[in-house]
């Protein structure tokens, strides 16, 4: 039993039995065994969607082989546990890239299907699942299942599935052609929420990249919209310099003086890099991949990610609403990221991705504090018709989720009743 947190957010330091899997064939034995079991990735969900107190994590970190790649097409197939960053490094010297890439290069294939990630060029290349040709999945009961029609039911229910249909082996993926490892990318300066929707809603389709960092320890705030796309140009390839935050002190070093102090020389740092640069795909992509273990400067007690997102017809006014109760609260926050999703909705049945914009937002663990505080947010969220992302999530409501996810009474028809996480148990029931 292992008590550590595995946990992006350190919120949870349940003990787990942690069963490790060398090779894909052993997957229907192990699930064969007696005891309620969940999929592991990389542990880079902040909430409890990979989490399974007291009973048994199948970790995944070893089902790491590329099975086959074909040069021409760009189609791989690969076992659930390589890592996302694997890919990158291997297919860009190739020319290609994976089409979908959530902030850290820290995942697994098999979480970033069963989050049904989504990266930062959404209007371009929708979701993750939208690129998964076929799925080898393995069910309790020994079947092992080889799905190849991405509109089957059992499919959908596994993209965004939470792990809960069960145990992806191996998936075949249609990666993106790329004409190098480098980037063009420019920052254009805002001041007011306005001024982000007109920035995010002139989609150019020569940017597919866009994403935007908020002050959001003021109201209005100012932000820094980024856009990026691919560019034939290359320079020198930036050394890896990996920093690491090497423990967790015992309160977070994120509180009110810290955040008044980052927040502007952020924004003053990056808006002097306004004009279009070059940069390496890794530091555009993956910034916060920059320092390792970042996460432990929230201390002992970690911290929350809020991540919505609300649809457009009440997009303005709900973020203008969870921006101005955060700024109220007194509680910003370092991260505060904002996008707007194109029109592909997505193929999972609980897939988080879809027309609207997403806010997200990281908070220390302040227990009850806290937890107000979300109560406010989500009620701005269940008035827009919005939804909170479930790989982030450790305490949305029930009934906000039922709403928020309306395809979930269909998706419990697939769901593998051996398969089990705090996630699952908290909102549905089992
Ligand atoms: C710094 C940072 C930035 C991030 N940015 C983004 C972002 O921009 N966009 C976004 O969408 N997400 C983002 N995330 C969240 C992250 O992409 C997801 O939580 C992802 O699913 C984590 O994958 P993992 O391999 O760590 O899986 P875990 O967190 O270990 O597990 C996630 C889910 O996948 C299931 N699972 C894992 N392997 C398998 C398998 N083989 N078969 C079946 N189920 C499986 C687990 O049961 C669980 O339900 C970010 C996370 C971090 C830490």
Known sequence: ????????????????????????DLLPHVLAEPGKIIAHGAGRSYGDVALNPGGRLLMTERLDQFISFDAISGILECESGVLLGTIQRLMIVRGWMLPVSPGTQWVTVGGAIANDVHGKNHDDAGSFGHHVLSLR???????????VDPDAPLFRATLGGLGLTGMIQSARLKLMRVPGAWM?????????????????HQHDPQ?????????????????????????????QIPKEKHRRMPWSPPFSLVNRLSLHLFNPLYYHTNRLKASPRLVHYQPFLYPLDHIQNWNRMYGRKGFYQYQCLVPPHSEREAVKALLQTIVRSGRGSFLAVLKTFGQRTSPGMLSFARPGTTLALDFPNESMQTERLFQRLDRIIQEAGG???MAKDARMPVALFRTGYPDWERFLDYRDPGLSSALSRRLLGC
């Open 137 to 147: 999945l393995v069910r309790t009961d020994g079947q092992l299942l080889n799905l």
């Open 207 to 235: 940017w597919p990249y866009t994403v935007a960092w908020l002050d959001c320890t003021r109201y209005p705030p100012r932000g820094l919209f980024m856009r990026g796309k691919h560019s034939p140009l290359a320079d």
């Open 1 to 24: 039993m292992i008590s550590a947190s595995l946990c992006w957010g350190g919120l949870s330091h349940d003990p787990h039995e942690l069963e490790y899997v060398w090779q894909r």
């Open 387 to 389: 939804c909170i992302y």
């Open 184 to 200: 063009e990318q420019e920052i254009q300066p805002f001041h007011h929420v306005d001024d982000y929707f007109q920035l995010a």
